[in-house]
């Protein structure tokens, strides 16, 4: 075999016996095997070039990944992958693949190329210097050369398609994605001698540049990710392969930012404990790019972060790289074989002496959890104020609560639909995809807004938060929404009390409706004004018990593939008190006194050794029942 002279290729060969490593070895042959294999959903078949990825928008990232497998495993292996590899790059030059796309893309967009936006010329890129930095020792020289012509005009194009220049998305991912391709392509260029100095250099200044704006921007102080979870971890995803090779190269300025280890927290403050998953928040799905975190951990030795990538992919126990099976476009036991180190002692968040109560204040966001194990509860609300990025969602206010191994309140998530005409819209970024009112079926608006979290108290008995987010609906005066966190006994959840109060100008009564969106595999049962979720992991239950003066009724309706619960009343103001108590399977619901006038209403529930009472009341107005008066507004107290 030869030796590797290339950046990568050198790396790979050092750990192509490293032990710990054997998973992600296997797990790459296995691929490989699948790419060439008819009826495979990886299959390529690129003699024929027939199958209709290669001219779908997916193919500059799903070929090049194939390449990239095909290239790391040509050392890891055996040389034979070399010689699919080399098949694949000659396809790719000489049939012109990267010109032949022609397709709409999900937001029904034409694309015609690899090279139609600075995204997917970015994307691919990555992909592509990194498999031909780690081919070329096994290449001819006419063969380097007549695929360094091929890959040269990607290069050319960011150049001259940079995005962002004035850089007023410091935190975009396409602008980060699109140059640490650039300069990572240029790398594998130059090293083969295909690419000269100043256009190296050049290429690095870009990116270098502006690998350091997202890390400086791309987190709030907490480490909650601007562009949420899944568009934030695949930037850093982007960023890490190209700060990996700056510090092979011996300048380690890019792995040492703090930012690394700021997301792995913030991450970790998001996790579901049933899922092992962050809470999608923003317009994002789960987030599948993880092996950064794997480099995050290796390189500065730290152990959270060696938890996190591992608790997400469930190591060394059942390995998954891909949570997502439809997701087939991904190369990632390959940068996992680059970065790991399977070694380090993973620590734990509680070890690592992270609270189980945090508020990322520039993102406005609160997280309240009682742990990390699969039965522990979990809060995340969300008030962001301002459209970051491209993916900004109507969700102000928002929240999701998770207990007992269950999901009762979730994010919708990307929530893509097809409509005729309009290619696919993002319904999830919409108002009604979130937990949420519509008031005369008018939902939250996507628009900056003044306002957000006015009071808080994590560290309470009963911790509060408080936000105000009216200016979010055209026709409201105010919304304000208050939630209490009501503690159990050690060992149980916690109940979740949600205060809603909303007032506007139109005259008379109005049809308002309170959303709650459960997970896919949850059932509901419905009596009067109260709801029994039922979980679909392990049956655990959740009582959705709503107070509001006047005449309701809940009902079920499906939205974007999951229950949504719906407790329409006809109303001025909105007012409205909602208990959200997890209970186990078997055990009978809570038991919850309630009152309700015009002037407001109250309840009173036990969990563990305490009782709670609590109460809502009209704007200037107080409310007394059963030996208790508001304080305001809203009052909750723990009853001795």
């Known amino acids: 075999m030869p030796e590797p002279r290339s950046l990568f290729g050198q790396a790979l060969l050092e750990r192509k016996h490293a032990p710990g490593l054997e998973f992600f070895r296997e797990h790459l042959r296995a691929r490989c095997e699948a790419i060439r294999t008819p009826g495979s959903r990886y299959h390529l078949d690129w003699r024929a070039c027939e199958l209709p990825i290669w001219k779908q928008r997916m193919g500059c990232r799903a070929i090049p990944a194939a390449l990239e497998q095909f290239s790391f495993a040509a050392v890891l292996l055996d040389e034979a992958h070399a010689a699919h590899a080399r098949d694949l790059f000659m396809t790719l030059v000489d049939r012109r693949i990267d010109e032949e796309m022609e397709t709409l893309n999900p937001h029904g967009v034409l694309h015609k190329g690899w090279r139609h936006t600075p995204l997917d010329a970015g994307a691919s890129s990555v992909a592509l210097g990194l498999a031909f930095d780690a081919l070329h020792p096994f290449l001819a020289a006419a063969e380097r050369v007549k695929i360094g012509a091929w890959l040269r005009p990607f290069i050319e194009y960011l150049f001259e398609h940079a995005p962002d220049p004035d850089e007023l998305k410091p935190e975009w991912n396409i602008a980060s994605t699109a140059t640490t391709g650039l300069a990572l392509l240029a790398l594998a260029l130059h090293d083969a001698g295909l690419l000269d100095e100043a256009r190296c250099e050049r290429a690095q200044r870009m990116a270098l540049h502006r690998a350091k704006v997202l890390l400086g921007r791309c987190v709030d102080a907490g480490g909650a990710l601007f562009e949420g979870p899944c568009y934030g971890a695949s930037a850093l995803e982007y960023v890490a392969a190209y700060a990996y090779a700056r510090a092979r190269l011996g300048d380690r300025e890019l792995l040492g930012h703090p930012a690394w280890a700021l997301a792995v927290r913030g991450l970790v403050h998001e996790l579901v404990p049933a899922t092992g998953v962050p809470n999608h928040l923003n317009d994002c799905n789960e987030p599948h790019a993880l092996p950064w975190l794997a480099l995050a951990a290796s390189s500065a030795r730290d152990g959270l972060a060696q938890w996190l990538w591992q608790r997400m992919t469930n190591f060394p126990e059942a390995p998954r790289i891909q949570p997502d099976e439809r997701d087939v476009w991904r190369a990632f036991e390959t940068r996992y074989l680059l970065y790991c180190d399977p070694a380090l002692k993973p620590v734990p968040p509680r070890e690592a002496g992270l609270p189980l109560r945090m508020r990322f204040p520039e993102r406005d966001l609160v997280d309240l959890r009682t742990g990390w194990d699969r039965d522990d509860a979990f809060l995340s609300f969300v008030c962001d104020h301002s459209p970051r990025g491209g993916h900004r969602q109507a969700d102000r206010g928002h929240f999701a609560f998770h207990a007992l191994g269950e999901a009762f309140a979730v994010d919708t998530g990307y929530g893509k639909v097809a409509v005729h005409g309009a290619g696919t819209l993002r319904m999830g970024a919409l108002g009604e995809a979130h937990n949420l009112p519509l008031i005369h079926g008018e939902m939250q608006h996507e628009m900056p807004a003044p306002g957000g979290i006015r009071k808080l108290d994590l560290d309470a008995e009963i911790p509060r938060v408080e936000a105000e987010i009216g200016a979010s609906w055209r026709s409201l005066n105010r919304f304000t929404r208050r939630l209490a966190w009501l503690p159990g006994a050690p060992g149980e959840a916690p109940f979740l009390l949600v205060a809603d109060l909303a007032e506007w100008d139109a005259e008379g009564p109005v049809l308002t409706s309170w959303l709650l969106h459960t997970h896919a595999r949850n059932s509901a049962e419905f009596d009067g ?53 997890p209970f186990k399977a078997g055990a009978e619901p809570p038991r919850v006194e309630t009152h309700a006038e015009p002037e407001g209403c109250a309840l009173r529930v036990r969990n563990g050794p305490h009782a709670y009472a609590a109460a809502l009341a009209l704007p200037g107005r107080s409310l007394e029942w059963n030996g208790m008066k508001t304080d305001g507004e809203f009052s909750v107290k723990i009853e001795r």
């Not at 992991?537 to 309706?557: D, F, S, T, Y």
């Not at 974007?560 to 108590?581: E, F, K, S, T």
């Open 529 to 581: 004004p109260q709801a029994v979720l039922t979980g679909g992991n392990a049956g655990q239950r959740c009582l959705v018990r709503m107070l509001a003066p006047g005449i309701g009724h809940w009902r079920q309706e499906a939205f974007l593939g999951h229950p949504r619960l719906r407790y329409d009343r006809i109303a001025q103001p909105l007012l409205a008190l909602v208990l959200l108590a």
